[in-house]
Every structure is written in C-alpha cells, then in structure tokens.
C-alpha cells in the first residue's frame, strides 16, 4: 500500500500555456518513474484525453459523478503508458459549470467525488487538468487538491494572470473551501533562450517568488506541439527531444519536492 495520495491541480486562467502538455506529459513521467498516476481531465474540450490517444465517449466523463449518478472509480481507464490511468473528459463536462452552481456544496462535490479514489492510496498522485478559465469546475479541482501547479507562459502579461489564480486561491481558503490548498509551484513553459523576453519574464518571476519557481523549464519546441495529434505522450513520441528531457526533469523534481518517491 501507498503511504499517501497527493491531489495537484495543474491550471491557469489563460489558455495556450501549455497546461494540458504539462498535465499529460508529467503524469507519463511519474509513472514511467513506477509512481502509479491518475490523471483527472476536467475540461470539456477533452484535449489530455485525446492526447493520449483515446476517443471521446458519452458518458465516459465526470459529469454524472458531479450530479451523484456514478462513481468516479467507474470512470477510470488505462493508457498506454505503464501506471498511467485517467478519466477521460468530454463535452457533456460543459453543462457543469451553470448546474453545479445551483446546487448545495457545489465547491466540494469534486472533493467528495474522488475522495475514495484518494483514500484508496492506489496512486501516488492524482493530477487534474483544470478548463482554461477560473470557473465552476477549476474551483471544485481546486478545493479538491493539495497543491497548485501553474504553468507559466515566459511571455508578455504572464505576471498579471499569475497573481488573478494566485488571488483566486485565497479566496477560496477563505470561504473555507480549500483548506488542504497550498501552492506547491510555477512552472515555466515555452521557454525560448533565444529571447530576451523569456528571460526577462523568467527573471521577474523569480524575483517576485523565488521559492515557488521550479527550476525546470519547458522550452518552445515543435515536438511538443505535435505529439498530442499523433495521440501520444511526448516520451512516446520522441523519447531524445528537448521536451521529453524537459518532462523527465520536471517529473523527477516533481517527485523530490513534493515527497512522491
């Protein structure tokens, strides 16, 4: 048995940031590192879930477990990649937003939702590709986790969405509705060496949160663009590039910061 599960939530308000790349692939690092992985797809464009290849199914979402019709074990799938499983996402995860609202404990229904799964220690980590957009469902992934991972776009306004999710954390902790939630990192992505931009980005933020920056960086490279079309991780893909070196660093400092191994 596992000693503990730890929930993170991957998410930024502002999409192409490489969210759902960094969702995907530092889960297929985990567990090709031996850590069992879930991977939770919460947004209703399904984009990690067609990412690792799989199709979109009706009824083969969280949508019925939010409302109480299902378990959310009944949802879990695996991947092609060794201790790799995820509940795949699809477009029925739309209509959530406007129902949970109107609903009693609708910031903890996640939170109850995979509460089992988690008491189950059957992973090590359970990652949640947030919806690009602070709504209903990035607020239960939210209240449901342990940790916040943002990723970080080393490009112009990244600071002044950085500190919206930043604010929106605190506000849930101070309903009362994140109390586990701390924020356990910035990652850095798209990261182009070439530019002065990138560095300058990657300064500020440094400067601002010295201790929350991983020092992995993602770089801007083609292959990561491509590998979700072809429905494979970046490790499958192409296992030599930069980015799959990139998430092999990222999962193995992942691992060490946040006491997985």
């Known amino acids: 048995m596992l000693e503990v599960t730890k929930v993170?939530?991957?998410?930024?308000?502002?999409?192409?940031?490489?969210?759902?790349?960094?969702?995907?692939?530092?889960?297929?690092?985990?567990?090709?590192?031996?850590?069992?992985?879930?991977?939770?797809?919460?947004?209703?464009?399904?984009?990690?879930?067609?990412?690792?290849?799989?199709?979109?199914?009706?009824?083969?979402?969280?949508?019925?477990?939010l409302h109480g019709e299902a378990?959310?074990?009944?949802?879990?799938?695996?991947?092609?990649?060794?201790?790799?499983?995820?509940?795949?996402?699809?477009?029925?995860?739309?209509?959530?937003?406007?129902?949970?609202?109107?609903?009693?404990?609708?910031?903890?229904?996640?939170?109850?939702?995979?509460?089992?799964?988690?008491?189950?220690?059957?992973?090590?980590?359970?990652?949640?590709?947030?919806?690009?957009?602070?709504?209903?469902?990035?607020?239960?992934?939210?209240?449901?986790?342990?940790?916040?991972?943002?990723?970080l776009q080393t490009e112009y306004l990244a600071m002044e969405g950085l500190g919206q999710i930043l604010g929106v954390v605190e506000q849930l902790k101070s309903a009362g509705a994140g109390d586990t939630l701390a924020i356990g990192g910035i990652l850095l992505t798209m990261y182009d060496v070439r530019t002065n931009l990138s560095r300058q980005v990657m300064e500020e933020v440094k400067t601002h949160f010295p201790d929350l920056v991983l020092k992995t960086m993602i770089p801007r490279t083609i292959r990561l663009s491509?590998?979700?079309?072809?429905?494979k991780t970046i490790f499958q893909y192409d296992a030599h590039s930069p980015g799959a070196v990139a998430y092999e660093a990222l999962a193995k400092e992942f691992a060490t910061r946040f006491g997985l191994k």
Do not use: W
């Open 8 to 65: 993170f939530s991957i998410a930024n308000q502002k999409g192409g940031v490489g969210k759902t790349t960094t969702a995907v692939n530092l889960a297929a690092g985990l567990a090709r590192m031996g850590l069992r992985t879930l991977l939770i797809d919460l947004d209703a464009q399904a984009n990690a879930t067609s990412a690792l290849g799989l199709e979109k199914t009706s009824g083969k979402s969280l949508y019925k477990v």
């Open 226 to 231: 491509e590998c979700p079309s072809h429905g």
């Open 71 to 151: 378990k959310a074990e009944e949802m879990i799938i695996p991947t092609s990649t060794e201790n790799l499983d995820i509940i795949p996402s699809e477009v029925d995860l739309a209509a959530v937003e406007a129902e949970l609202s109107q609903s009693e404990n609708y910031l903890s229904r996640l939170r109850n939702a995979i509460a089992s799964i988690v008491s189950s220690q059957k992973y090590k980590a359970i990652l949640i590709d947030c919806p690009p957009a602070l709504g209903m469902l990035s607020m239960n992934a939210l209240a449901a986790s342990d940790y916040l991972l943002v990723t």
